[in-house]
């Protein structure tokens, strides 16, 4: 038994530990390659957060869902850098539109370069991720753009908000399906469907991608509060600071609409308050940890990771399959 990939899963089978391993290690090449230019300063821009590590959460999850097809296949590995490519390009943006320090342990490359730059990067690594689609055919160009504008419209939902008479939970949910599920249900699709996979595997791994990607956003959210910069790589309470509302504070102020208790009233003052200011910033992240809101945000996170394992009830038994049910409980268990 071998731990592999970047929540540590058991991998029992040799010749898949081989396969993922070697999948990854061809991605990480890919993506270096897909973010030189002719200008040395763009390299580097673009190069910061490619070197700064980070989970591959996507590549995996192509590499595991080509499992059951030809793993081998041409489409596979490319198809791989372009997830992760567009996956870290939206990570130059929200920087930005968060005002982010800290990304992946390293300074953001806003604060290092400026706003400009950081977006023009962001751009810059949309269109590799376009050039590489453009060998992978017509059909794979169109299921990202079809990824790419839930994505965006995800994005200005939240900014938006909720629209009059709308649950804000079930608004939340809605949006970082568009925002994050959408991706990671390519990344399964793309496996799946680059490798030669049944048409029936291409669509199991698609849902179960949209829902462990539900799960992965829900888990990022408690640890945004529960975590340090050590273990998430990033600034603690950041959507705290910025005054967004993720499903933490969003059980919270639904408790306080249920049953108006007046320690959470208080709570929910605190937070909408001014979290710019260090000590009340850490007050609200001290009473949030404490609260019952940030468990019911766990276990929305396992719900949707049961929701993934039921879509793969249909695949045939084998390593590959042990995998990605190992997988849903990694990641919630990073919110445990």
Not at 308 to 324: G, H
Request: charged fraction near 25%; glycine fraction near 8%; proline fraction near 5%.
């Amino acid at each position: 038994m071998t731990v592999v990939g970047p929540f540590g899963l058991s991998v029992r089978d040799q010749a898949l530990e081989a396969d993922v391993q070697a999948g990854l290690a061809a991605v990480e090449e890919g993506l270096l390659d897909a973010t030189k230019s002719e200008v040395p300063f763009i390299t580097q821009a673009a190069q910061h957060l490619v070197r700064a590590g980070g989970k591959r959460f996507r590549p995996l999850l192509v590499m595991l869902a080509a499992q059951f097809g030809d793993p081998y296949a041409p489409g596979v590995v490319p198809s791989a850098v372009v997830v992760e490519l567009t996956h870290l390009a939206t990570l130059y943006h929200d920087d930005v539109m968060d005002e982010a320090d800290v990304r992946r342990g390293v300074e953001s490359a806003n604060s290092r370069w400026g706003n400009s730059v950081a977006v023009l990067t962001g751009d810059f690594l949309f269109a590799r991720a376009s050039h590489i689609l453009a060998d992978l055919g017509p059909e794979a160009v169109r299921i990202q753009a079809e990824a790419f504008e839930r994505l965006v419209t995800g994005q200005i939902l939240e900014t938006a908000g909720p629209r009059d008479g709308r649950d804000p939970v079930e608004h939340y949910l809605d949006v970082i399906a568009g925002k994050t599920g959408s991706l990671i249900a390519v990344s399964g699709r793309f496996g799946a469907m680059m490798s030669g996979a049944d048409e029936s595997v291409v669509d199991i791994m698609t849902q179960f991608g949209e829902r462990l990607g539900v799960a992965f956003q829900l888990a990022d959210d408690v640890l945004d509060i529960a975590s340090d910069t050590v273990e998430s790589g990033k600034t603690p309470g950041t959507d705290l600071r910025e005054g967004i509302p993720t499903l933490p504070v969003l059980r919270l102020r639904e408790r306080v609409r249920r049953l108006g208790l007046p320690d959470d009233l208080e709570l929910v003052e605190l937070l909408e308050s001014d979290l710019s200011d260090d000590a009340r910033h850490a007050e609200a992240l001290a009473r949030l940890r404490a609260h019952p809101a940030l468990e019911q945000a766990r276990r929305d996170a396992v719900r949707y990771a049961e929701e993934a394992r039921t879509a793969l009830a249909p695949l045939p038994d084998r390593d590959a399959k042990n995998a990605l049910l190992e997988l849903c409980d990694a990641v919630v268990h990073r919110a445990g």
